[in-house]
């Protein structure tokens, strides 16, 4: 099962990688680089915009297909970086660079993957591979913008640094642009309607109310309010108007919608979701996926942050190689032997998923 090669190339590629700029809405030329390293090893790949994907050579539309999705896009450097984030370094064993461990370890790894499944005939499952852009910022032009043009996937590997851990549950996302409305009037009088004070009675149940339901992986739903502002600058002048922003971490239990409901009929303001896209998500225990992490002594757990799995309109699971707590990090870094498991852990997964010894 193990090839060294295809190992070797995953770091080799891990380091052109590292030395290009990706930030997220400018990954042109890391799209490039993997267009060009798919084609060396025989594969035909599609690109739009900056998403490139491919799929196995004998893709069967009869038969069902599993997605292996990671990023290319990263943050820009932490200010507090010591080395040259460009810098693809290995020390003691530890590759450093930027986007190393959030998700270039993962993206190689189940590019390794997919290359080791890519000639192999009878599966029962397709394998679709796809290199994402702007999962950074969560943009439009990411894996959103070719979900159209990919084949019908029924379900999904997404590539982010568990550990190797399986992610069986994400928090979803809504943020909540909440405006409080009173009348201006003269501050030394007792003048106007303070929409301020309105404000903050909201903001009050924001922080103290809590939803029923909490979800066995995620927890309870999350409310942070974390942005104020008035409609005036003059101190003496009572506001008509007071914005603020709410922070809403999703689980499983509740739709966006139906959270949306509730707090709408518990506060006076305005409340208008920014988007209702990343959406949280689950996979059952008795997945065919999950049971074959479980085979292989993975631990399952609730992931509090966000990714691509929240705009895949299939089941997911993440996992991958690398420790989320060094994502966006200074001298960001990911271990060689932790791009080895992840590369034994994807195909592991995949050959008992496809009943491949």
């Not at 809405?25 to 680089?33: F, G, H, K």
């Not at 990263?74 to 064993?93: I, L």
């Not at 192999?120 to 979900?147: D, R, T």
């Not at 979701?273 to 993975?298: C, D, N, T, W, Y």
């Amino acid at each position: 099962m193990w090839n060294q090669q295809r190992y070797e190339d995953a770091v080799g590629l891990l380091k052109e990688l590292i030395a290009t700029p990706s930030f997220s809405r400018e990954e042109d030329a890391t799209a490039a680089i993997l267009v060009r390293f798919l084609e060396e090893h025989g594969v035909k790949p599609n690109r739009h915009l900056n998403n490139v994907w491919a799929v196995n050579r004998h893709f069967d539309p009869a038969k069902p297909s599993i997605l292996l999705n990671s990023h290319h896009d990263t943050v820009k450097p932490n200010p507090q970086y010591t080395r040259d984030p460009f810098a693809p370094v290995v020390e003691d064993g530890k590759l450093f660079g930027l986007g190393s461990n959030d998700a270039g370890g993962c993206l190689v790894s189940l590019i390794a993957t997919f290359l080791h499944f890519y000639e192999v005939e009878g599966l029962p499952y397709n394998i679709v591979f796809a290199a994402s852009a702007e999962e950074e910022i969560s943009g439009v032009n990411g894996i959103e913008a070719i979900l159209s043009q990919l084949p019908a996937i029924d379900f999904a590997i997404v590539g982010e640094p568990t550990k190797t851990d399986l992610a069986v549950a994400e928090k979803g996302l809504m943020v909540l642009d909440c405006v409080a409305h009173g009348k201006a009037g003269h501050a030394a009088r007792d003048e106007g309607e303070n929409a301020l004070y309105k404000a903050m009675d909201d903001i009050s149940w924001f922080r103290n109310y809590r939803f029923p339901k909490v979800s066995d992986t995620l927890g309870p739903v999350k409310m942070s309010v974390t942005v104020i502002q008035t409609s005036n600058k003059a101190h003496n002048v009572v506001p008509a108007e007071c914005s603020f922003v709410v922070d809403v971490r999703a689980t499983d239990q509740y739709t966006l919608e139906e959270m949306l409901e509730i707090i709408r009929a518990n506060v006076q303001c305005d409340v208008t979701p920014r988007s209702m896209r990343m959406r949280p998500s689950f996979i059952p225990e008795s997945h065919a996926l999950v049971q074959a992490g479980l085979g292989l002594g993975k631990q399952l757990y609730g992931s509090p942050t966000t990714s691509d799995q929240a705009l895949i309109p299939a089941t997911s699971v993440k996992i991958g190689p690398g420790d989320s707590a060094r994502s966006h990090t200074a001298d960001e870094f990911i271990y060689l032997d932790e791009i080895r498991q992840g590369i034994d852990t994807y195909i592991r997964l995949l050959s008992v998923v496809n009943g491949v010894n």
